[in-house]
């Protein structure tokens, strides 16, 4: 059974940085793409990055692309979300997730083990 940790988030003000990590504990992580989703309140939960099994590739949702960049450390079992000029509207609980999908599915329902969250609160 894998376990994710996510940590890192926080409160920040507009235009600032933030990166999260998500790491595994007891498995190795280098065989599942993974993934970055965020949930506000009253809202659909979203996928915001993924990357592939190997690293070499990614997808972002156009609401973040050019500000987030997600990498991960196989040799860690840790994948990360750097958040750069953030805005009021990412405020959110951002989860990582794994998926034996190799490819990069962009539906949540791809996605079988889940983090707790990690909140992040942009202010204006």
């Known amino acids: 059974q894998v376990q994710l940790v996510e940590s890192g988030g926080g409160l920040v003000q507009a235009g600032g940085s933030l990166r999260l990590s998500c790491a595994s504990s007891?498995?190795?992580?280098?065989?599942?793409?993974m993934a970055w989703f965020r949930q506000a309140p009253g809202e659909e939960r979203e996928l915001v990055a993924a990357i592939t099994p190997s690293g070499t590739s990614t997808h972002y949702v156009n609401a973040v692309k050019g500000r987030f960049r997600i990498t991960r450390d196989n040799v860690k079992n840790t994948v990360y979300l750097q958040m750069n000029s953030l805005k009021p509207e990412d405020t959110a609980v951002y989860y990582c997730?794994?998926?034996?999908?190799?490819?990069?599915?962009?539906?949540?329902?791809?996605?079988?083990?889940w983090g707790q969250g990690t909140q992040v609160t942009v202010s204006s």
């Open positions: 007891g498995h190795t992580l280098d065989v599942y793409t």
């Open positions: 997730a794994t998926s034996t999908n190799g490819a990069l599915p962009t539906s949540r329902y791809a996605y079988n083990m």
